[in-house]
C-alpha cells in the first residue's frame, strides 16, 4: 500500500517480496536446514535494493552491488554468532551450520563469504559509484575482517568467532558510511 501510493511499484514490489521470503523460505527453514542462513541473507540484503529502486526506479547494477555486499556481509556475520550461540540454537532447534556440521564447513564458509564480500566490496568504485577514498576504506575494512575470517578457520574458536562477530559489526557501518561520503 504505503510504498506503491506514495514512492513507487517497483519498492513496493521489492518489500513485499523481502516480507515474502522472509516469513515463507527463511522462517520455515530454519527448523529444518543449515541453508536457512544463507536464504535468510536474501531477505536481509533485500532493503538497500528497496532504498535504490525508491530513489532511482530502476535495478541498475548499483543495486545489485549493494545487494552483494549486504548478502555476503551476513555470512560471516551469523555464523559468527551461530558458532558462539550453537548450543542455544541447538536447544531451540534451529538448524544454523554450526549445529549441525561438527567438522570446519562454518569456517569454510566464514572465509569463502569475507573474500567474496571484500571483492564485491570493491565494486562501487569500479562502477563508478564510489571514489578511491572509498576503494581503500572497503580495501582494508575487507582485508581485515578477511584476516579474522581465516584466523577463525586456521583455529576455531570462542574468542576467535567473536573477533570475526566485531569485526563484522565494524565492517558494515564503515563500508556504507565511505559508500555515502565517498559516492560519485
Same mark, same amino acid.
Given at each position: 500500500?504505503?510504498?506503491?501510493?506514495?514512492?513507487?511499484?517497483?519498492?513496493?514490489? !521489492?518489500?513485499? %517480496? &523481502?516480507?515474502?521470503?522472509?516469513?515463507? $523460505?527463511?522462517?520455515? /527453514?530454519?527448523?529444518?536446514?543449515? =541453508?536457512? #542462513?544463507?536464504?535468510?541473507?536474501?531477505?536481509?540484503?533485500?532493503?538497500?535494493?528497496?532504498?535504490?529502486?525508491?530513489?532511482?526506479?530502476?535495478?541498475?547494477?548499483?543495486?545489485?552491488?549493494?545487494?552483494?555486499?549486504?548478502?555476503?556481509?551476513?555470512?560471516?556475520?551469523?555464523?559468527?554468532?551461530?558458532?558462539?550461540?550453537?548450543?542455544?540454537?541447538?536447544?531451540?532447534?534451529?538448524?544454523?551450520?554450526?549445529?549441525?556440521? !561438527?567438522?570446519? %564447513? &562454518?569456517?569454510?564458509?566464514?572465509?569463502? $563469504?569475507?573474500?567474496? /564480500?571484500l571483492a564485491v566490496s570493491? =565494486?562501487? #568504485?569500479?562502477?563508478?559509484?564510489?571514489?578511491?577514498?572509498?576503494?581503500?576504506?572497503?580495501?582494508?575494512?575487507?582485508?581485515?575482517?578477511?584476516?579474522?575470517?581465516?584466523?577463525?578457520?586456521?583455529?576455531?574458536?570462542?574468542?576467535?568467532?567473536?573477533?570475526?562477530?566485531?569485526?563484522?559489526?565494524?565492517?558494515?557501518p564503515a563500508v556504507l558510511?565511505?559508500?555515502?561520503?565517498?559516492?560519485?
Amino acid at each position: 500500500g504505503y510504498l506503491a501510493a506514495f514512492v513507487n511499484g517497483l519498492a513496493a514490489l !521489492v518489500t513485499a %517480496a &523481502t516480507v515474502i521470503l522472509y516469513l515463507f $523460505a527463511y522462517t520455515p /527453514l530454519k527448523l529444518r536446514t543449515a =541453508l536457512c #542462513t544463507v536464504v535468510g541473507a536474501v531477505p536481509g540484503a533485500l532493503p538497500p535494493v528497496t532504498g535504490w529502486v525508491a530513489a532511482r526506479e530502476d535495478f541498475s547494477v548499483g543495486a545489485w552491488v549493494l545487494f552483494g555486499i549486504l548478502f555476503l556481509w551476513q555470512l560471516p556475520h551469523t555464523l559468527a554468532i551461530a558458532r558462539l550461540y550453537r548450543d542455544d540454537y541447538a536447544r531451540a532447534g534451529v538448524r544454523v551450520l554450526p549445529v549441525v556440521d !561438527v567438522g570446519c %564447513a &562454518t569456517e569454510r564458509q566464514i572465509v569463502s $563469504a569475507c573474500f567474496g /564480500l571484500l571483492a564485491v566490496s570493491l =565494486l562501487p #568504485t569500479l562502477i563508478g559509484l564510489a571514489g578511491s577514498i572509498y576503494f581503500i576504506g572497503a580495501l582494508v575494512a575487507g582485508g581485515g575482517l578477511t584476516v579474522f575470517g581465516a584466523l577463525q578457520a586456521r583455529e576455531p574458536s570462542t574468542t576467535s568467532a567473536r573477533r570475526v562477530l566485531f569485526a563484522s559489526l565494524f565492517y558494515l557501518p564503515a563500508v556504507l558510511a565511505l559508500l555515502a561520503l565517498d559516492k560519485r
